[in-house]
């Protein structure tokens, strides 16, 4: 779904009933390498994605500090030591089973 803005909405993918999020809307790569791509994980529970940030912060570089944007209770990204991006998050919040987005 398009933003006001002109960017896109993150959308979360499920397979086996597991969340897994796609971002994929990066203007500028995060790192002078280059790389662009950012791997998404959705966590169960709450502190496990603040877990996940500390680990995989030790060497790393914590991008977005744990958080709660408008469409997620909890998210948070890193670079870690190899130059990896993550963003870790609780499942999206979903909208009204009525929904029906404008075309």
């Known amino acids: 779904m398009l933003n006001e803005d002109g960017t896109f909405y ?7 009933g597991l969340g897994v999020c796609a ?5 500028e790569p995060k790192q002078p390498e280059g ?6 994980f959705t966590f169960e529970t709450r502190g496990k994605p603040e877990h996940a940030l500390s680990v ?3 060497g790393g570089t914590v ?15 890193v670079t870690d030591c190899f130059g990896v ?6 499942p999206q919040h979903r909208p009204p089973e009525d929904w029906v987005p404008e075309t």
Request: aromatic fraction near 8%.
């Open 56 to 58: 995989l912060s030790r």
């Open 63 to 77: 991008t977005l500090e744990p958080c709660e944007p408008p469409w997620n209770p909890c998210a948070a990204a």
């Open 85 to 90: 991006n993550w963003f870790l998050s609780l």
């Open 10 to 16: 993150p959308a979360e993918l499920l397979k086996g």
């Open 23 to 27: 971002v994929v809307e990066a203007k």
């Open 35 to 40: 790389n662009p791509v950012e791997l998404g």
